[in-house]
């Protein structure tokens, strides 16, 4: 089954971004989200992406849709 209308959201620095596009997605599949971003400060800044953030799409495993990483800014 396909889940549509799939909302996500990232945080930079836990300051919350909520862009308004959504994407479908196929039961079982994985589906690559790509952000552009133009971050504040340089130096070590934190992000953190999260898929279906109100968990509305029923899963067997909830813990898989989020990914966090450090990124350093010259």
Same mark, same amino acid.
């Given at each position: ?12 620095? $836990? ?29 070590? $800044?934190?992000? @953190?992406?999260?898929?279906?953030? $109100?968990?509305?799409?029923? @899963?067997?495993? @909830?813990?898989? $849709? ?9």
């Amino acid at each position: 089954k396909q889940a549509s209308s799939v909302s996500w959201g990232f945080k930079v620095n $836990n300051k919350t971004y909520t862009p308004t596009s959504k994407f479908n997605v196929q039961a079982g599949k994985e589906q690559d989200v790509f952000v552009k971003f133009i971050f504040e400060k340089s130096g070590v $800044n934190t992000l @953190e992406i999260k898929v279906d953030p $109100n968990d509305v799409i029923k @899963e067997s495993d @909830e813990a898989n $849709n989020k990914a966090t990483r450090t990124v350093s800014v010259k």
